[in-house]
């Protein structure tokens, strides 16, 4: 081997070790993070059909089978805990060299791909507007999708068109949503890309491999709705979109900080291009290819607003009319493209100014290393304050979960913040002693808003806001469901705004067996026997109930 090839291959691989290294401090909170709650307890139940048996989430079908194939089996070998690590090493690994190799391919300089992987990390977690974070919530389908996304842009800016599109296909497989949207970004690129671009017919192969390969994720997420009926399918998709993620899918529901930071980033982005439009123009062509998807749905979004205000069309038509075409996530791409678009932007100018401006240039590299230290630093005290998944801060279990932790100053803080710990500690040895001592079928109701109980439990759970089915039967049913548990006429009070009778009328219906619940949001004495804690007063703030007796074991 050439030395200077050994030695190229060396630095490389260091480089992704760094860029390794800042994704563990970046997103390296204790498993279960937000998705991971969610998406491993899916994949862990479609390899083992026992685990969880009869929860609503767990018996819908998959949405994403390829994640589950390719990474679920793990699952029968791990812990959950264990998968989640295993899985992000995986998909860390596989990130910092997508990164790398991208980065080096516009910046070919020593050490640049990390800097500029910093700069990126910090955009992405502050300017994004429909809350599309990429990493941040653990491993999931989207993360391994992005990875392969990154991979195509690479092979993007080094002309190599066939294998980008092929790398699309696999995003498509792994994130129909990501790698439908990124294939169209890649088609935007080829538009606009310079004369030397490929004529369409040699491009055929790539788009083959990338049909074939895409429709892995396709056929899964068409069977979601196909062959059922027409008004179960648009109640379904009024849910999805305007009750359980308008955050994510309808832009007049966005506040107002995140469309400003988001729009600003894009401003910023404009302005790099059309002072340096150069080597990585294919690239930057996804992103206005992105740019351009976002521009589709806000215009979608403002229009069908417009329209049902001055033709006075009621909430519930302007809904029905609007969801179908909101549902396809137009804001996603733009929100992950436009900051790794814009890091690109600045160290290709970056390396112009080397030779004309060193100064500058200096003064550029140094700023790039302030802002993606600053971002880290403060991510590493905020978990060193609060050691705590992600899966228990998202749902706001404690006051402190909506803060990031050194914003809660003060003795009053601390107070907090030591709750936090010792609720999700209270938590965690709750679930533990469900796991073992009632049966592997029993199911439970639980509270609302947390999102861990089969995670630590390994039981099935009647309903709960996040787990969320992605079928269109399963859709309506979980809002029936989730209504007839906590009435949103109770909503602080979790389901013991029913009555004793009610909850085991609940119960019989949907086969539970036992009740847990939360006492700082139930207060109401509940008159069924307490199997957990076994002491008056309650003190703790967990509490576990029989309801009737669970099935016997055949």
Request: glycine share 8%; charged share 20%.
């Amino acid at each position: 081997m050439d030395k200077k090839l050994s030695q190229d291959w060396r630095w490389r691989s260091l480089e992704v070790l760094w860029i390794f290294l800042l994704l563990f401090l970046f997103v390296g909170s204790p498993p279960p993070d937000a998705g991971e709650s969610h998406y491993l307890v899916k994949a862990k139940h479609y390899w083992d059909r026992d685990f969880c048996r009869g929860d609503l989430f767990l018996e819908s079908p998959e949405a994403h089978l390829v994640f589950c194939w390719v990474f679920g089996w793990l699952t029968k070998f791990c812990s959950l805990d264990a998968t989640a690590w295993i899985l992000r090493v995986i998909s860390w690994l596989g990130f910092a060299f997508a990164w790398q190799r991208l980065s080096w391919a516009v910046a070919p300089q020593r050490f640049w791909s990390i800097l500029s992987a910093g700069l990126m990390l910090a955009l992405l977690r502050n300017c994004h507007m429909s809350r599309e974070l990429i990493l941040v919530g653990g491993v999931e389908a989207k993360v391994f999708a992005y990875m392969l996304v990154l991979l195509g842009m690479g092979e993007l800016v080094r002309g190599r068109w066939n294998w980008a599109w092929a790398f699309m296909g696999a995003a498509s497989a792994m994130h129909v949503i990501v790698g439908g949207w990124a294939g169209v970004a890649l088609g935007v690129a080829w538009l606009l890309a310079p004369k030397d671009r490929p004529r369409f017919i040699k491009m055929l192969p790539g788009l083959a491999c990338a049909f074939v390969l895409a429709l892995e994720g396709l056929i899964p997420g068409l069977l979601l709705t196909w062959g059922q009926d027409k008004d179960s399918v648009n109640s379904a998709h009024q849910i999805y979109v305007f009750e359980r993620l308008p955050h994510h899918l309808v832009f007049h529901r966005f506040g107002n900080w995140y469309i400003a930071r988001h729009l600003a980033l894009v401003a910023c982005w404009g302005v790099l291009a059309w002072w340096n439009w150069s080597k990585s123009s294919r690239v930057q062509g996804m992103v206005l290819g992105a740019v351009l998807v976002a521009a589709v749905g806000i215009a979608i979004d403002q229009g069908l607003v417009a329209w049902a205000t001055v033709a006075g069309t009621s909430r519930e038509d302007y809904q029905s009319s609007a969801a179908p075409i909101l549902r396809y996530y137009f804001f996603r791409l733009s929100d992950a493209l436009v900051p790794m678009g814009v890091s690109l932007w600045v160290f290709t100018l970056l390396l112009q100014w080397r030779e004309s401006r060193p100064a500058l240039a200096s003064y550029g590299l140094v700023a790039a290393l302030g802002i993606g230290s600053l971002n880290i630093v403060e991510i590493c005290v905020d978990r060193s304050l609060r050691p705590l998944p992600g899966a228990w801060i998202q749902p706001h279990p404690t006051p402190d979960g909506r803060w990031r932790a050194w914003q809660l100053r003060g003795e009053e803080g601390h107070q907090q913040l030591a709750e936090s710990r010792r609720r999700f500690a209270e938590w965690k040895n709750l679930c533990r002693w469900i796991c073992d001592n009632t049966p592997a079928k029993a199911k439970f109701i639980t509270p609302r808003n947390q999102q861990t109980f089969k995670w630590y439990a390994e039981r099935a759970e009647v309903v709960t806001w996040k787990d969320i089915p992605q079928d269109a039967a399963g859709l309506v049913e979980w809002r029936k469901t989730l209504s007839e548990v906590f009435p949103p006429e109770g909503f602080g009070s979790d389901p013991a705004v029913n009555s004793d009778a009610e909850i085991q009328a609940i119960a019989k219906k949907h086969g539970a067996s036992y009740l847990v619940i939360d006492r700082k949001r139930s207060t109401r004495l509940i008159g069924l026997p307490r199997l957990r804690p076994d002491d008056e007063p309650l003190h703790p703030t967990y509490a576990i109930y029989l309801i009737s007796p669970p099935p016997a074991a055949p």
